[in-house]
């Protein structure tokens, strides 16, 4: 077999043509590896070789950067690798902007699998985590020796497309998707050994950081609502009997929007739930009870509200990812800007 | 309160002609086991299969998973106020069967019951394919409510393994363990006035229809928070009445076999004081959820204590009490380590809690449920795959026609606990 063509990039310092004072050079590609790239190419043994190195001061690609990414990206592109690696930067902040901007555009353009390695506190970690896999390393090149087979193993089971295991397994810093795996421990154990250091004062480390929510302010009240149309949106799973969409009893695939033109009662014959995470026997036997057409309709008629809106809109709230509903949200949402919908009901279960 | 466990592990289960343990061996008579199952007038059918370790077997729907116990000494019976009339346990002497269970299986509303693998990557998940089970499959009468049918199926399943656990009471035990809780004026002795006070609240699911959890066989929605030895819970005093998600219901083996408990319990008196258990409900009305914290962290207060694990059943709804008893701790300057599981949808990209706050930093997760498994088909399904596509954790599809299953791991039995009873975890 093969090996696997590997493309990488270094700044000057690493390309061994000067410290600061070089830092303006433009990029330039050598062919085979150079300064750190020899030890990837240990690292790889005979899975992958790199084919090119491209040397790039650091300063010319954060002034030039459109220029700089378009560039590089061509240079990578003549080689035609399986794999693009840059760094690791350590701690040098343009050098990591330059591995996270280049590996970005490389990932997007080329559709070929990137890594870089930066320590956790570069400014390009924080801009490209959650776009880029960055091996965590040390603050100084000293860290070379630990960083260059760590980012060897995970550049070598992204070119061969196994499954990444979870950012503590493969030494990458957190990228914002939430992977599995098997710990040594318990969790009751691993809770347990948590307090005891959150108790003594001791450095702990979280498994799951609390999120930031966003809040979103109210509508100003409707002033007449003699004239409003009302619609009804709900995560509570009613559909029409039979459940046409086939949407999930829990973490919904999708939401359906359903007629309700003419119909003043939905009853268990034409109407029930799809929810799996409440007993459905009162919601099947009148489906208003989550969704109350029958009393928004009486309120038609006696003129209370102007009008029901002719179609509902409807999934499964349970174990359904906030993604997925901020999506069906956004896509329910301009639907009923487009009829002119005035406010809405929204039920749950 | 002082228990004696001693456990006699199980090797292996085997139909017979009489109901005993020899050499670790379980010999099931079914006829005398299944007639009181039987009596209920809601069970059409019922009969006993045999998995083993590593055999290919597919349980599903399984709806609970129960130890077989015994009490030998002291006040009560096991599952008091279910199967035994009400009265304290936790004390005395107490036979287990370990190494096997009496899991029920058969539809319930068809929504959440899960699976158990025995062999393979499903079997991985889940800490039921390690165990001898002797699974009670039941059918329904036609034209039944669920709430009155998933009754039916507890008691049955709770009386099978309490009938089963009688059979140990006369046997010597392979290994004796001795718990001890201490009254709260022993928590101040002298010798223990330098470690840490710690609590462990215990989360009960009571969201209702169908998510319920009996303590003394009382209604936990029914309940205001309270205290309750951790040898009361492993006598069976809490029981589940779930049909929450699979993944992270707390199966009665849950409860009798609390990994927090017995946990603190190893390290009582030497880096932990381990003050007491408070038990807290997780009702769907926000009265209901701020009425609860304020009771758990009042009473964490009259503890005095210093720090405490909490655990969650359930997600979602409930995410919003875990958040309100942590905060309310932490508020109080009682340190909390939660232990809960993640929805971050099959990418893993999405926010993992339904609620959140800063206060809780310190967290354990039983993994992410939406993570997509494929499980392979396996030789023989016990119970029926009828429902594979409907339950929590399944798709349109999700059965494959080779037999396969393609879905959450929502729908792995204990695969997400969020008592902590796995390793798995998630980053």
């Known amino acids: 077999m093969s090996k696997f063509k590997v493309v990488h990039y270094i700044n000057q310092f690493f ?45 010319w690609f954060n002034e030039n950067l459109e220029l700089a990414t378009e560039t590089v990206l061509d240079m990578v592109k003549e080689e035609s690798p399986d794999l693009f690696i840059a760094g690791p930067a350590f701690n040098a902040g343009r050098y990591g902007v330059a591995c996270g901007t280049i590996c970005d555009a490389v990932q997007t353009e080329l559709g070929i699998p990137v890594l870089t390695g930066m320590y956790v506190e570069n400014p390009g970690a924080d801009m490209f985590r959650t776009k880029v896999l960055i091996v965590s390393t040390a603050d100084s090149a000293a860290g070379m020796r630990r960083a260059v087979p760590a980012m060897a193993k995970l550049a070598l089971k992204l070119v061969k497309g196994e499954r990444i295991g979870a950012s503590v397994e493969e030494g990458y810093i957190p990228d914002g998707v939430r992977r599995n795996f098997f710990d040594k421990k318990r969790g009751s154990t691993r809770a347990l050994e948590m307090l005891l250091k959150k108790i003594a004062g001791e450095p702990f480390e979280t498994e799951y950081p609390m999120p930031t929510f966003d809040r979103v302010p109210p509508m100003p009240a409707i002033t007449d609502m003699t004239k409003a149309t009302i619609a009804i949106v709900t995560s509570g799973g009613i559909v029409p009997k039979g459940n046409p969409d086939r949407i999930e009893s829990s973490s919904a695939s999708k939401y359906g929007s359903y007629n309700i033109e003419g119909v003043d009662d939905l009853t268990s014959e034409t109407y029930e739930t799809a929810h799996g995470g409440h007993d459905p026997v009162y919601a099947n036997e009148d489906a208003d009870r989550v969704i109350p057409v029958d009393v928004l ?36 949402a301009e639907k009923l800007i487009s009829y002119d919908v005035d406010a809405v009901v929204l039920t749950s279960t | 309160m002082k228990l004696e466990v001693g456990y006699i592990d199980i090797k292996g289960i085997r139909f017979g002609d009489y109901n005993a343990v020899e050499d670790g061996i379980l010999i099931v008579n079914p006829e005398p086991l299944l007639e009181p199952v039987l009596e209920d007038p809601l069970i059409k059918s019922a009969h006993f299969e045999i998995a083993t370790p590593g055999e290919s077997i597919r349980i599903t729907p399984v709806k609970d998973v129960i130890e077989p116990r015994v009490k030998v000494e002291g006040g009560g019976g096991v599952f008091p106020g279910m199967v035994s009339k009400v009265d304290t346990v936790g004390s005395g002497k107490t036979h287990v069967l370990r190494g096997m269970a009496v899991v029920t299986a058969g539809p319930i509303v068809g929504f959440q019951e899960g699976i158990i693998d025995m ?9 039921f394919s390690k165990l001898h089970n002797l699974v009670l499959v039941m059918e329904p009468v036609e034209d039944f409510k669920q709430h009155e049918y998933e009754a039916a199926a507890r008691l049955a399943g709770l009386r099978t393994a309490a009938a089963i656990g009688e059979l140990a009471r006369e046997l010597v035990p392979d290994e004796t363990v001795v718990y001890e809780t201490p009254t709260i004026a022993e928590t101040f002795k002298e010798e223990w006035k330098d470690l840490p006070r710690v609590g462990y609240v215990m989360m009960l699911q009571s969201q209702g229809l169908l998510h319920d959890t009996y303590v003394y066989g009382v209604d ?20 589940s009445g779930n049909c929450v998600s699979a993944c992270d219901k707390n199966t009665t083996y849950h409860h009798q076999n609390n990994p927090v408990i017995h946990d603190l319990l190893a390290v009582h008196g030497k880096k932990i004081n381990f003050v007491g258990t408070i038990i807290t409900n997780e009702n769907v009305y926000l009265d209901d959820k701020i009425r609860s914290s304020d009771w758990t962290s009042k009473m964490a207060r009259y503890l005095s204590l210093d720090a405490a694990i909490i655990t969650q059943e359930g997600f979602g709804n409930p995410d919003t009490d875990l958040i309100m008893n942590c905060t309310k701790l932490e508020k109080q300057g009682i340190k909390t380590v939660i232990i809960t599981d993640e929805y971050a949808g099959q990418d893993g990209k999405s926010q993992s809690l339904a609620d959140a706050d800063e206060l809780a930093n310190a967290v354990v997760t039983g993994g992410n449920a939406n993570e997509v498994v494929v499980l392979p088909p396996l030789d023989r399904v016990i119970g029926t795959l009828d429902y594979v596509d409907t339950v929590a954790g399944g798709h349109a599809g999700s059965l494959r026609p080779d037999g396969s299953i393609e879905a959450e791991l929502q729908i792995i039995t204990g695969s997400t606990n969020e008592m902590g009873f796995n390793r798995m975890s998630a980053r």
């Open chain 1, 15 to 59: 390309g061994q043509v000067g410290g600061e004072e070089m830092a303006h050079i433009p990029a330039e590609k050598r062919e085979g590896p150079v300064g750190p790239g020899l030890a990837f190419t240990k690292n790889f043994g005979d899975d992958a070789e790199i084919v090119a190195t491209i040397v790039c001061g650091d300063s």
């Open chain 2, 119 to 127: 062999t393979g990557i499903g079997a991985d998940y889940t800490p």
């Open chain 2, 220 to 239: 936990a929605k029914r309940t205001l928070s309270t205290l309750i030895s951790a040898t009361e819970v492993m006598d069976g005093a809490i029981v």
């Open chain 1, 297 to 332: 309709r009486q309120y038609e008629k006696e003129g209370k509200i102007g009008k029901l809106h002719d179609w509902f809109y409807s999934t499964v709230g349970n174990g359904t990812a906030v993604a997925s509903s901020k999506k069906y949200a956004a896509e329910i």
